[in-house]
C-alpha cells in the first residue's frame, strides 16, 4: 500500500528549529541553515545602499518599503506558500502600511535574491519563474562570490534582463535608477 505524502505546511515551517529557515517551494519544504558570511554582507549593503535612499528617503527619493526576508504568502500559487526572497520592495502608494502580521499578502513590486552556492538553482529556476507568475515587475540577483548583478523587468508576462554588471561598478539599476550604486561596497572583502 502506498501511503499519500502529506503536503507541507506552515505549522511545519513553525515547528524548525530557530537556526533554520524554511519556504514552501514546487510543493516542497525547503530548509535551509543561515547563510553564509558573504550573503548576509550582500544582503546587509543591499540594504542600506538601496533601504537608505529609497526606503529611508537618505540621499534619495524614499518612497518605498524595503523589507529583508520578508514572508510572502500572496495566494498565487499553493505550492509556493510562503516563499522569502532576501529582500522585497514595495511602493507606498501600493502599500501605505506595513502589515500587522508576519505575512506579506500583497505582491512587491521588487524582489531580489542574493544567491549561495546551495541556494542558486532554486531562486533562478524555481522562485523566479514564481515571481513572474506573481506579477512583481523588478528583480534582481545578486551573487556575491561572482561580485554580480542582473536586473531584470517583467514585460509581457517575460523576464526581460536590463544588465548584467559586475565588480566595482557605479550602476543605475531599475527600478532603483535614481540613484547611482557603487557595487563595491556589497561585496566583503579583507
Given at each position: 500500500?502506498?501511503?499519500?505524502?502529506?503536503?507541507?505546511?506552515?505549522?511545519?515551517?513553525?515547528?524548525?528549529?530557530?537556526?533554520?529557515?524554511?519556504?514552501?517551494?514546487?510543493?516542497?519544504?525547503?530548509?535551509?541553515p543561515r547563510p553564509?558570511?558573504?550573503?548576509?554582507?550582500?544582503?546587509?549593503?543591499?540594504?542600506?545602499?538601496?533601504?537608505?535612499?529609497?526606503?529611508?528617503?537618505?540621499?534619495?527619493?524614499?518612497?518605498?518599503?524595503?523589507?529583508?526576508?520578508?514572508?510572502?504568502?500572496?495566494?498565487?500559487?499553493?505550492?509556493?506558500?510562503?516563499i522569502i526572497p532576501?529582500?522585497?520592495?514595495?511602493?507606498?502608494?501600493?502599500?501605505?502600511?506595513?502589515?500587522?502580521?508576519?505575512?506579506?499578502?500583497?505582491?512587491?513590486?521588487?524582489?531580489?535574491?542574493?544567491?549561495?552556492?546551495?541556494?542558486?538553482?532554486?531562486?533562478?529556476?524555481?522562485?523566479?519563474?514564481?515571481?513572474?507568475?506573481?506579477?512583481?515587475?523588478?528583480?534582481?540577483?545578486?551573487?556575491?562570490?561572482?561580485?554580480?548583478?542582473?536586473?531584470?523587468?517583467?514585460?509581457?508576462?517575460?523576464?526581460?534582463?536590463?544588465?548584467?554588471?559586475?565588480?566595482?561598478?557605479?550602476?543605475?539599476?531599475?527600478?532603483?535608477?535614481?540613484?547611482?550604486?557603487?557595487?563595491?561596497?556589497?561585496?566583503?572583502?579583507?
Open positions: 500500500m502506498v501511503s499519500a505524502r502529506k503536503r507541507p505546511s506552515y505549522a511545519d515551517i513553525q515547528a524548525l528549529p530557530s537556526h533554520l529557515r524554511g519556504e514552501i517551494i514546487a510543493g516542497e519544504l525547503v530548509v535551509h553564509a558570511p558573504p550573503h548576509v554582507h550582500a544582503a546587509g549593503a543591499l540594504g542600506i545602499f538601496v533601504g537608505g535612499p529609497f526606503g529611508f528617503g537618505v540621499g534619495g527619493p524614499g518612497g518605498w518599503w524595503i523589507e529583508p526576508e520578508p514572508e510572502l504568502s500572496l495566494g498565487v500559487d499553493q505550492d509556493f506558500d510562503p532576501d529582500l522585497a520592495g514595495w511602493r507606498r502608494e501600493r502599500m501605505p502600511a506595513l502589515p500587522e502580521t508576519a505575512q506579506f499578502t500583497l505582491v512587491p513590486d521588487w524582489v531580489c535574491e542574493v544567491l549561495s552556492p546551495s541556494t542558486q538553482a532554486i531562486d533562478r529556476a524555481d522562485k523566479m519563474p514564481f515571481y513572474l507568475r506573481a506579477d512583481v515587475k523588478h528583480a534582481w540577483l545578486v551573487d556575491p562570490i561572482q561580485q554580480t548583478l542582473e536586473v531584470f523587468r517583467q514585460e509581457n508576462g517575460r523576464w526581460s534582463i536590463l544588465g548584467v554588471h559586475k565588480g566595482s561598478a557605479v550602476v543605475r539599476a531599475e527600478p532603483f535608477d535614481a540613484v547611482e550604486l557603487h557595487l563595491a561596497q556589497w561585496w566583503a572583502r579583507a
